[in-house]
């Protein structure tokens, strides 16, 4: 990839990801609801919080990634010649970081400050994304495409896929599965 391709390739991947804050964040709020929406159906639940868990609100965040970023690279791999190995990286690290911060944030505020409300949990998500967004953005853009870098990105996006399935019919007696009072 010459230097003006490259350099194309970064300019989308910006704009991309930019759209990526508002779609991934707008997709999220409705999730929250479709469980109950939609009669409580267990395959529903597979894919949208069935409880009030910290852990169950991140399936808010892993779905609207997997898919955002998943379908961006499927329809402009072409056409941007969007490196797969990159894409992957920065991906997983949009997630990690975002899931990392809405966790640290909603535990910070409920044992560290002693305050809960749903404004306080809301304003995670609108603070997580955009910062998970950017550095997943400056990865695609400084990355070097390494073999060993989409390894531990696809096994952890599965791993917390199959948690997320799994865990919705059998959480484990930890704090993040617990439903607050």
């Not at 609100?57 to 190995?85: A, E, M, T």
């Amino acid at each position: 990839m010459n230097t003006h391709e490259r350099k194309q390739d970064v300019i989308f991947t910006r704009r991309y990801q930019w759209l990526g804050l508002v779609v991934i964040s707008l997709l999220s709020i409705p999730l929250h609801f479709t469980y109950e929406w939609l009669g409580q159906q267990a395959v529903i639940g597979l894919f949208t919080p069935t409880n009030e868990s910290i852990w169950e609100h991140l399936k808010l965040i892993y779905w609207p990634i997997v898919l955002w970023w998943g379908i961006g690279f499927i329809v402009f791999r072409n056409s941007k010649q969007l490196s797969w190995l990159k894409w992957l990286t920065a991906a997983t690290v949009s997630l990690m970081v975002i899931m990392a911060f809405i966790v640290g944030w909603y535990y910070t505020w409920v044992y560290g400050i002693g305050k809960s409300s749903s404004l306080i949990h809301m304003s995670s998500l609108f603070i997580a994304v955009p910062i998970g967004q950017l550095l997943g953005i400056h990865v695609y853009r400084v990355v070097k495409p390494c073999f060993i870098y989409q390894v531990i990105s696809l096994i952890l996006f599965i791993l917390f896929g199959v948690m997320f399935i799994y865990f919705t019919f059998a959480a484990p007696d930890l704090p993040i599965f617990v439903i607050p009072n």
